[in-house]
């Protein structure tokens, strides 16, 4: 379930505690230098952070950074920017997932990087993209993650605790299917939301590097093998 919060208690609490000063140095070291690598990920790994500040940092930071990424398990708070790579690579994996919905006929909704996160369950994060089958609910059904660098929490864990019934995740070149049985994460060949869809054909696309060659590629190849 989405949560909510009013933004003003929240940065008045900021303010008067040593969470301000956190912020302030924080925000300082995620700054990306414009000369810098493209590979580039800056992180930020934050303990023993109250939920409320956790949600006081989305409300202040997440509308003005749109690639930041925030990660909340259990007090441990994680902030990172994702690089251009980064970006390249999940929206490229969204257009193709997208071209093959709209080939084949499927109804996907995308819900794009949305935070997600439950106070009950002390977890919350933003997918890379995320998807639906059939009409939008309070969470998604599949997850995608693009794994550039190695983020320091267990991102599984937080979203078997929020209760996504898939991640599939992109990382070194393959894109593997985990699906949530029994409160963990079961690794499989195939989606069970979205069964029909070969992955391993799809993924062969992703490497590509022209993103509307690669979409144009991938549908003629769906024509040619009748999916």
């Given at each position: ?12 609490a ?12 924080m ?14 990920e ?33 007090g441990m ?14 929206k490229?994996?969204?257009?193709l ?5 709209l ?17 009950a369950?002390?977890?919350?994060l ?45 990382d ?20 069970d ?15 590509l ?19």
């Amino acid at each position: 379930m989405l949560a909510t919060t009013n933004a003003r208690p929240v940065r008045a609490a900021l303010r008067r505690s040593r969470w301000r000063s956190t912020l302030v140095c924080m925000t300082v070291q995620l700054r990306v230098d414009p000369a810098s690598s493209p590979q580039t990920e800056p992180r930020v790994v934050l303990n023993a952070v109250p939920w409320e500040h956790y949600e006081g940092l989305l409300r202040l930071l997440g509308n003005e950074h749109p690639s930041l990424r925030m990660t909340y398990r259990k007090g441990m708070l994680e902030i990172m920017t994702t690089s251009p790579e980064h970006e390249r690579q999940k929206k490229m994996i969204a257009r193709l997932i997208e071209a093959w919905a709209l080939e084949c006929g499927v109804g996907l909704n995308g819900i794009g990087s949305a935070t997600f996160r439950s106070r009950a369950a002390e977890r919350g994060l933003e997918p890379d993209e995320c998807y639906v089958r059939g009409p939008v609910g309070d969470l998604p059904e599949i997850a995608i993650e693009v794994v550039h660098s190695r983020s320091a929490l267990d991102k599984l864990d937080v979203y078997a605790g929020l209760g996504i019934r898939e991640v599939w995740i992109w990382d070194d070149g393959r894109l593997t299917v985990h699906v949530l049985a029994g409160g963990a994460y079961e690794l499989r060949t195939r989606s069970d939301v979205v069964p029909e869809l070969d992955l391993e054909q799809l993924a062969t696309f992703v490497t590509l590097g022209d993103q509307t060659a690669a979409v144009r590629a991938y549908v003629q190849a769906l024509r040619g093998t009748g999916a």
